[in-house]
Every structure is written in structure tokens, then in C-alpha cells.
């Protein structure tokens, strides 16, 4: 056994922090703020390649594995969730429906500018009345005249509606039981995409409503074998669930980290608040939890990198990292006192952000369903 | 075009003293010299400008300062040479440039780069060691840098303003943070890094004798190292809503308003 990760590992992990710490952290509050698209910081996280990073390079990304991939966004996250979830979303739920299942064609028509970050592309398959039951989608598409015509609605749907949004892979029925996934090019007529919409967290990423009405899109848009669109998103969350709990080990170790340094220089009762043992516990409760889910995560990521099952240690990460993240970022807060409900303070950035990590990608609840369903019940 | 970059490892946070050898402690984490990232940027952006030639990146140090080369390979470096050897720990400036010297001497570059200075031990100076020892002239302090017809023009950063001062080729200069934004690693330079040629020398393998370096060939002994002295009779102002007006009463107190 070697916990050692490699050399380019470190690598990506030393370079994407100090990314982070040089070039995201001085603008995260002003972004959020002002619920501001990064379009700066993805320019700049492209011409690092770290917008495909585990698409091959033939199709435009970097290549690497899952761990780096995973190692990344956590890194990104541990400064600024909005940041690295544009990136997560538009990697593990944009890009790679289109390398797992796509024809050569579709695949040289889409990746070279997705994977290279030049273009953004999103994942819809939440509707509003199709959430954790994802499979009761009601959106249709219908096979007219060499065209797929879909009729429906997407909600919460990320990175679909920013200026460099390309397309979205929507599910929807294709006959009665019958899922496929289709892709849809911005700008298609009958494509509907609202304004952005409001929410606790998150304020710089892009979260939208969808419509389509009578909207055509052309045959080869299918995305692999009609029919398999269920089987298809199921794969897509399990590995996506990956970078979420990567999310997850992220958002919880910089919290640790602001609590951290915030406990050592404030003082009261003439010390700092880091020498009582209310404040210790928590923290020593925080770093121990964050080691078990780092580990969690790194071993879900390993798997897939050996080619192995991985869906139970990837639903597991998901959920444990979910739950750290909400613990550590309350814990955090909480060291913080008042200063923490403060906009200036960091803190309450990460603790708004941090209670999707519970939600999107499939919520706790569903997290052990799927845990219970490997365990064999 | 060949360019000699020399890169240095050196201890990641805050410095610390190893009190039995006297030498500073390099058993944590170590990172490249930031100054360093400044001249592997320039040997890059010069590469690049003339569309062909080599940067080869030399350092001297422990098997450990692979790291740091491997950043920069994956910032774009061609390859790198390591000169490790045992005994060429604890070298002083007069040891550490003769191996580095030696080390360039075979590489024969048009120019060599450096960072101004050293993050961990300060020094500033082993540059003019290194050209002195090849015989090469000396641009220190540059903060912009032009190569036109076999020579090098470098723009001096000093307190009263700029010199420019050419020089021919093959030259020795030295860089200071102003001179350019050095890159990220890009994740294809990460992952390609370790397909570039790095070789790892021994004193022995670059015919030098163990007596001239580490110890043994250093002129200078270290006497002591000590922690800076705790600032004895700091005051404290806890802020109770008149810190402003106490610490202007201290200054004015001592004079220094
Ligand atoms: C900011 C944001 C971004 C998002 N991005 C995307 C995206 O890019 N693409 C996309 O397709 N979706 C996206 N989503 C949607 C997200 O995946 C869903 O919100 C999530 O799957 C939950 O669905 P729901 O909101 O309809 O909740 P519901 O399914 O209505 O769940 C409500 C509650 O009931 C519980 N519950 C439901 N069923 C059961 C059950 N059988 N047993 C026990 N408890 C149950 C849930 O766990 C939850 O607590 C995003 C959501 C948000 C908020």
C-alpha cells in the first residue's frame, strides 16, 4: 500500500492553490457580491488547461487522471466554491456526457473548444417535477422530419447561460418509457434560457431555468444509443459525484483554514481563543474529519483510475464530504462569532456555499439510497 | 540560442535553523526559489521571442530539489541538470559557485540566468561569483532584458532610477521580481515534465574534487546562528476603541512624530 501521491500530483495540487490564493481570493467577495460570472478567471483557468482536465489530449484537454482532476477542485474550492463549481459542472457534467457517449463526430464537433475552456457547456436534467426522481422527466422530443422536436422545461441548470455557453445534454422521452439524451446548441430557436436565477450560495456561478418550445434540433444530436439516456445519466452522476465530495474536502479545509488563523490571532479573556479547549476540540475534530473524507474522496477517484467500480466510494465521498462540509463550515463560522456573519469575513461566504454541496448531484438522502441499494437492500 | 537558468530549492514558510549543524533546516517541504520563477519566465519569453533554442535549468542541491526543477520543466524548461552529491552539503558561496560553475561550463550557454537572490539564505551575490568564475561579464538588478546581435542590454534597477548597461554575449545576468508575471505550470507542462530530460551529476562526474566543496572547500565558517532576539520590551495596545490615539501618544512619546 502507498499513500504517497505522485510527483505531478503535488504538482497540480501546489500549482492550482497557488492559483487560487494569487488569483481567485482577491476577487471571490466582489464576484459573489455582485453575483458576477468569472469570465476573467475562466479565460485564465482555460490557458492552464484546467477546463478538460480529464479529457484526452486529441480532443483538446489535459489528459490527466481523476485524482488530479479531483485534487483541483478541491483546491479551487478551498478559496471559492462558484469558481470551481463552473469548472466541475462544465467538466464531469458539460464535457463528459459528450467523450463517454458521443460518435467520433460529435465528439470532434464539441470537445476541442469545450475542453479547452473556450466554450462552456452544462448538463440538464433536473425539471420541476423530476428531482431526486431524475428518471420522471416529462420533457419530449419527437422524431419529425430528420429533426428531434422537444417540448418541455429544465430547472437549476448550470453554466447554461453564460456568454460562452455552447450547448446543453438534456434528457428527455423519446417514446413512452424511453430516455435519451439529446444535445442542444445556445441559440437554437425554441431554446428558452431565463435570467439567472437567485440563490443563498454560489452568487458567481450560473444557475438557470430552461424552456423548450417546438424546439429542432437536428437528428444527429442524439447523444449515443436511443433509449440509453437513463443508463447514461446514471454513469455521469456517479463519476460527477466525485468532484462534489472533491468540493466537499475543499470547502471544509478552508474553513478549517480561516478558523484556524482567525482562533490564533483572536483574542479574549486575555488570550487567544485558540487556547481553550472548546475551541482546540473543534478544531482537532475538523482536521480529523477532513482526513477521513480527503481520503474518501482520493480512494472513489482512485478506482476510476484503475478502471475499477467505484460508484459506492463515490456515493460515500459524496455524502460524507456533504456532511463534513456543513459541520466544518458551522464550526468555522461559529470561531468566527459575530466577525463570521460579517460579509468582509470569508466565512460566510463558504457557509452559504457550502449547503448545496448537501443537495445538488443527488441530495443526502438520495447519497444512502444509493449506498443501500450496494449494500444490497 | 542555449540558456542556463540556476534555480534554487529552498524551504517552504517560515526559515528555521538547525542548531547542531548551524545550517538552516531543509527536512520540511521545500518549494523553487520565487525569485527563481522570475528568471526561468525571462529564459522562457527570450526562447520563445527568438522561436528557437534550449533552456536548460542547473542547480546545485539535495535529491529533494527535483521538485523545484520539476516546476519549472512543466513551466516550459527543455531539460535540467542536478548536481547532487553529500558532499557538497553545507557549501558556502565560494564552494557552491565552483560547482555551479563547472556545471555551466558545460553546458556553454549564450546566457546564463539567475534570480536576484536566494529566499532562504539571502545572499545575493553568488551570481557575481558564478560570472567572475567564468569570466563572463555581469548584469545585476535587471528588471528588462533585450538580446540584440550577440548582445545582452539589461535595465538596472536602482534607487535613482534606471542604468542600461549592454553587454556581449555569452553574459551572466541577474533578474528582480519587476522584470516580468512569471506563468503558472499549465496542466500539459505538469504532465509532460517528466518526459524532459533531467539528469542528476555527482562532484565526481563533473571531475570535481570532493576538497572543494561542501565544507572542505567553503572559505567561510559559520560561528553561530542564532533566532532573532524576542523584542523584549514590545508593548502591547489592546484595542478599546482608542488604539489610534494611544499609539499616536507612544510615537509622539518617542519622538517618532
Ligand atoms: C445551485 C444548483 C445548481 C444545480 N445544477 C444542476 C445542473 O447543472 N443540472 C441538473 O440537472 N440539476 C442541477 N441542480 C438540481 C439538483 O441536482 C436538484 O436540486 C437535486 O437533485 C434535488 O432535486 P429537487 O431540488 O427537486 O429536490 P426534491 O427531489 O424535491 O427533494 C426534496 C427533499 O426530499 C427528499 N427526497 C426526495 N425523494 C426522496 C426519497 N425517495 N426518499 C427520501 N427522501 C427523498 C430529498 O432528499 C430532499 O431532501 C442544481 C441545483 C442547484 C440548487
Redesign the interface.
Known sequence: MNLDLS??H???R??VR??AVERVAPVAEELDRESRFPYELVAELA????MG?PIP?EYGG???DTL?YAIAVEELTRIDSSVAITVAAHTSLGTMPIYLFGTEAQKREWLPRLASGRNLAAFGLTEPEAGSDAGATRTRAEARDGSWVINGSKIFITNAGTDISACVTITALTGEGEISNLIVSNGTPGYGISQPMHKLGWHASDTRELSFEHCAVPEGNLLGERGRGYQQFLEILDGGRISVAAMGVGLAQGAYDLAFAYAQER?QFGRPISKFQAVQFKLADMATEIEAGRALVYKAAWLKDQGRPFAREAAMAKLYTGELSNRAANWALQIHGGYGYMDEYAISRLYRDQKILEIGEGTNEVQRMVIARHLGL | MKIAVCVKQVPEGSRRIDAATKRLDRSGEG?LNPYDAYAVEEALRLRDASGEGEVVVVSVGPASA??AI??TL?MGADRAVLVSDDAAAGSDLVATSYVLANALERESSDLVVFGYQAADSDGAVLWAAVADRLRRPVVSQVAELRLESGRVRGKRQTEFGYDVIEAPLPAVVAVTDAINEPR?????G??G??RKPQETLTLAELGIEAERAGEAGSRTVVLALNEPPSRGEARRI?DDGDAAARIVEFLLEKRLL
Do not use: C, H, N
Not at chain 1, 490557458?47 to 484546467?50: D, I, K, N, P, S
Not at chain 2, 503558472?184 to 500539459?188: A, F, Q, V
Open positions: 510527483q505531478e503535488e504538482l497540480v501546489s500549482t497557488e492559483f490557458e492552464l488547461g484546467l482536465m489530449e489535459a489528459g490527466t488530479s483574542r | 518549494a527535483a521538485d520539476r516546476k512543466a503558472y505550470p499549465s496542466l500539459k505538469i504532465m515534465a517528466k489592546e
